[in-house]
């Protein structure tokens, strides 16, 4: 089996910590601490924590109705999704 891309990596991160800390409380140096990647390697595709849920559309909103589906069949911590869709929008 081949190893995750980067991409890849950098989201189940994001998604990982999102749910354990919540939008606010995830910086992007946490996300790349998770994936085990630098920071440059972070900054290529995205530019701040948040387009690393939100920059491609289409593939990241399967990844995200994926997360969700695992969280809703009955895993709490769907909340963060709701405030990051919140901030994303002031």
Request: charged share 35%; net charge positive.
């Amino acid at each position: 089996m081949s190893k995750p891309s980067a991409r890849d990596r950098l989201a189940e991160a994001a998604f990982a910590l999102l749910d354990e800390r919540g939008y606010e409380q995830t910086t992007v140096d946490d996300i790349i601490e998770r994936a085990g990647l630098g920071r440059t390697t972070f900054f290529r595709p995205y530019r701040v924590n948040e387009d690393v849920i939100f920059a491609d559309h289409d593939y990241l909103l399967e990844r995200t109705r994926e997360r969700l589906r695992t969280l809703w069949s009955g895993r709490a911590g769907a909340s963060w999704f709701v405030t990051a869709r919140s901030s994303r929008s002031r």
